[in-house]
Protein backbone atom coordinates (compact mmCIF):
# COMPACT_ATOMS: atom_id res chain seq x y z
CA UNK A 1 0.00 0.00 0.00
CA UNK A 2 1.47 3.28 -0.57
CA UNK A 3 1.92 6.17 1.43
CA UNK A 4 -1.00 9.03 1.96
CA UNK A 5 0.67 11.97 0.71
CA UNK A 6 -0.11 14.95 1.58
CA UNK A 7 -0.20 18.76 0.38
CA UNK A 8 0.85 21.57 2.23
CA UNK A 9 -2.86 23.38 2.76
CA UNK A 10 -3.97 20.26 4.01
CA UNK A 11 -1.12 19.95 6.65
CA UNK A 12 -1.43 23.53 8.02
CA UNK A 13 -4.85 23.37 8.64
CA UNK A 14 -4.75 20.95 11.45
CA UNK A 15 -2.84 23.21 14.48
CA UNK A 16 -5.20 22.61 16.94
CA UNK A 17 -4.67 21.37 20.24
CA UNK A 18 -7.19 18.62 19.10
CA UNK A 19 -6.31 18.25 15.96
CA UNK A 20 -2.44 18.64 15.66
CA UNK A 21 -0.35 17.27 12.97
CA UNK A 22 3.73 18.01 12.34
CA UNK A 23 5.59 17.05 10.03
CA UNK A 24 9.16 16.15 10.86
CA UNK A 25 11.39 15.07 8.44
CA UNK A 26 9.06 15.07 5.16
CA UNK A 27 6.64 13.09 7.13
CA UNK A 28 3.19 13.78 8.50
CA UNK A 29 2.28 12.85 11.86
CA UNK A 30 -0.99 13.36 13.96
CA UNK A 31 0.73 14.01 17.33
CA UNK A 32 -3.04 15.17 18.63
CA UNK A 33 -3.83 12.33 21.33
CA UNK A 34 0.11 12.89 21.89
CA UNK A 35 0.03 16.40 22.53
CA UNK A 36 -1.46 17.34 25.97
CA UNK A 37 1.05 14.74 26.92
CA UNK A 38 3.67 16.19 26.12
CA UNK A 39 6.81 16.48 28.96
CA UNK A 40 7.60 19.52 26.46
CA UNK A 41 3.89 21.28 26.62
CA UNK A 42 1.46 21.72 24.95
CA UNK A 43 2.39 25.04 24.19
CA UNK A 44 5.15 24.60 22.10
CA UNK A 45 3.46 21.61 20.13
CA UNK A 46 1.19 24.46 19.35
CA UNK A 47 3.74 26.84 17.66
CA UNK A 48 4.57 24.01 15.26
CA UNK A 49 0.71 22.92 14.56
CA UNK A 50 0.72 21.98 11.23
CA UNK A 51 4.07 22.91 10.57
CA UNK A 52 7.54 21.51 10.06
CA UNK A 53 9.42 21.02 13.62
CA UNK A 54 12.52 19.03 12.48
CA UNK A 55 15.17 21.73 13.45
CA UNK A 56 13.01 21.97 16.69
CA UNK A 57 12.72 18.60 17.84
CA UNK A 58 16.51 17.75 16.57
CA UNK A 59 17.48 20.91 18.56
CA UNK A 60 15.98 19.99 21.75
CA UNK A 61 17.68 16.54 21.92
CA UNK A 62 14.72 13.99 21.55
CA UNK A 63 15.42 10.74 23.37
CA UNK A 64 14.54 7.12 21.28
CA UNK A 65 11.52 6.52 23.27
CA UNK A 66 10.50 10.38 21.70
CA UNK A 67 11.57 8.94 17.93
CA UNK A 68 9.93 6.03 18.59
CA UNK A 69 6.84 7.74 20.33
CA UNK A 70 6.58 10.07 16.93
CA UNK A 71 6.76 7.15 14.55
CA UNK A 72 3.57 5.64 15.97
CA UNK A 73 1.85 8.93 15.31
CA UNK A 74 2.91 8.49 11.57
CA UNK A 75 0.17 9.37 9.16
CA UNK A 76 1.66 9.73 5.63
CA UNK A 77 4.56 12.01 3.74
CA UNK A 78 4.35 15.71 2.78
CA UNK A 79 4.55 16.32 -0.86
CA UNK A 80 8.18 16.64 -1.89
CA UNK A 81 9.49 20.22 -1.95
CA UNK A 82 6.16 21.22 -0.32
CA UNK A 83 8.05 22.66 3.16
CA UNK A 84 8.39 26.14 1.52
CA UNK A 85 4.42 26.39 0.89
CA UNK A 86 4.29 25.30 4.87
CA UNK A 87 5.75 28.25 5.67
CA UNK A 88 3.77 30.40 3.65
CA UNK A 89 0.72 29.40 4.58
CA UNK A 90 1.52 29.27 8.36
CA UNK A 91 -1.49 30.69 10.19
CA UNK A 92 -1.51 32.17 13.52
CA UNK A 93 -1.73 29.58 16.27
CA UNK A 94 -5.66 28.17 16.93
CA UNK A 95 -6.01 28.89 20.50
CA UNK A 96 -7.02 25.51 22.94
CA UNK A 97 -10.67 26.61 22.99
CA UNK A 98 -13.16 29.36 22.33
CA UNK A 99 -14.42 29.56 25.86
CA UNK A 100 -14.12 32.80 27.66
CA UNK A 101 -11.08 33.28 29.26
CA UNK A 102 -11.09 33.49 33.32
CA UNK A 103 -9.76 36.47 33.32
CA UNK A 104 -13.24 37.89 31.22
CA UNK A 105 -15.09 35.86 33.69
CA UNK A 106 -12.96 37.41 36.64
CA UNK A 107 -13.89 40.98 35.01
CA UNK A 108 -17.80 40.52 34.60
CA UNK A 109 -17.85 39.60 38.56
CA UNK A 110 -15.76 41.80 39.71
CA UNK A 111 -16.82 45.01 37.55
CA UNK A 112 -20.36 44.62 39.02
CA UNK A 113 -19.85 44.33 42.56
CA UNK A 114 -17.38 47.00 42.59
CA UNK A 115 -20.52 48.87 40.91
CA UNK A 116 -22.63 47.75 43.45
CA UNK A 117 -21.01 48.24 46.69
CA UNK A 118 -19.15 51.83 45.32
CA UNK A 119 -23.28 52.54 44.62
CA UNK A 120 -24.41 51.23 48.31
CA UNK A 121 -21.66 53.54 49.78
CA UNK A 122 -22.81 56.15 47.77
CA UNK A 123 -26.34 55.91 49.25
CA UNK A 124 -25.02 55.78 52.45
C1 LIG B 1 6.32 16.15 17.35
C2 LIG B 1 6.45 15.22 18.19
C3 LIG B 1 7.13 15.26 19.53
C4 LIG B 1 7.22 14.20 20.35
C5 LIG B 1 6.69 12.79 20.10
C6 LIG B 1 7.93 14.65 21.52
C7 LIG B 1 8.21 13.85 22.61
C8 LIG B 1 8.88 14.23 23.72
C9 LIG B 1 9.26 13.36 24.81
C10 LIG B 1 8.94 11.87 24.91
C11 LIG B 1 9.95 14.11 25.71
C12 LIG B 1 10.59 13.64 27.05
C13 LIG B 1 12.10 13.64 26.90
C14 LIG B 1 12.59 12.69 25.84
O1 LIG B 1 12.21 11.50 25.88
O2 LIG B 1 13.36 13.14 24.96
C15 LIG B 1 9.98 15.47 25.20
C16 LIG B 1 10.57 16.55 25.84
C17 LIG B 1 10.64 17.82 25.33
N1 LIG B 1 10.18 18.25 24.11
FE1 LIG B 1 9.20 17.11 22.76
N2 LIG B 1 8.27 15.97 21.40
C18 LIG B 1 7.80 16.39 20.18
C19 LIG B 1 7.96 17.64 19.62
C20 LIG B 1 8.60 18.69 20.21
C21 LIG B 1 8.80 19.98 19.60
C22 LIG B 1 8.38 20.38 18.19
C23 LIG B 1 9.43 20.74 20.49
C24 LIG B 1 9.84 22.15 20.23
C25 LIG B 1 10.93 22.70 20.57
C26 LIG B 1 9.64 19.95 21.71
C27 LIG B 1 10.22 20.36 22.88
C28 LIG B 1 10.47 19.58 23.99
C29 LIG B 1 11.15 20.04 25.19
C30 LIG B 1 11.63 21.47 25.44
C31 LIG B 1 11.26 18.94 26.02
C32 LIG B 1 11.96 18.90 27.38
C33 LIG B 1 11.00 18.97 28.51
C34 LIG B 1 11.74 18.90 29.84
O3 LIG B 1 12.59 18.01 29.99
O4 LIG B 1 11.45 19.72 30.68
N3 LIG B 1 9.11 18.70 21.49
N4 LIG B 1 9.33 15.53 23.99
Known amino acids: MSNRVFEAEEV???NSPKDLYMVFEGKVYDV?????DHPGGLDILLDYG???CTKSYRDVGHSAAADELLQEMYIGDLKPG???????LRQPRTEE???PS???????IIVPAVAVIGYM????
Do not use: N
Request: without cysteine.
Open 50 to 52: GQD
Open 102 to 108: ILLILAL
Open 121 to 124: KFKG
Open 12 to 14: VEH
Open 32 to 36: TSFAE
Open 97 to 99: SDA
Open 82 to 88: AEERLLE
